[in-house]
């Protein structure tokens, strides 16, 4: 592939993932949004998030997988619990890789 293909590329690579991110922020830097716009906006980072994590936690081949050799599923109880509790990224990581390493070792 030429060199002129490749950076042509990226470069429309940039303009596709930049553009988008930029341009609201720079459109909204000086002005405030209303309240209820603010407190919408804060539930955005939870919903991406759950939307990304439960399925790889309820789902396995395409079925709902409550059993319990899904230790993913029942890692995640005790992690959400302390997260909700203490708010701690860190201590939540590492409780849910705990567990999660835990049932492997002594549970297959």
């Not at 030429?2 to 993932?17: H, K, N, R, S």
């Not at 209303?34 to 939870?46: F, K, Q």
Request: hydrophobic content about 55%; overall charge neutral.
């Amino acid at each position: 592939m030429d060199q002129t293909v490749v950076f042509l590329t990226f470069l429309g690579m940039l303009a596709v993932t930049y553009v988008p991110r930029m341009a609201p922020m720079v459109a909204l830097a000086s002005k405030s949004l209303p309240e209820p716009v603010v407190r919408w906006l804060s539930y955005v980072p939870v919903s991406v998030l759950s939307a990304m994590l439960f399925p790889s936690l309820l789902l396995d081949d395409r079925e709902f997988d409550f059993s319990p050799d899904n230790f993913f599923l029942w890692a995640a109880v005790p992690a959400f619990l302390l997260a909700w509790r203490t708010r701690s990224f860190f201590g939540t990581v590492a409780l849910g890789m705990a567990l999660v390493a835990g049932g492997r070792y002594f549970f297959e």
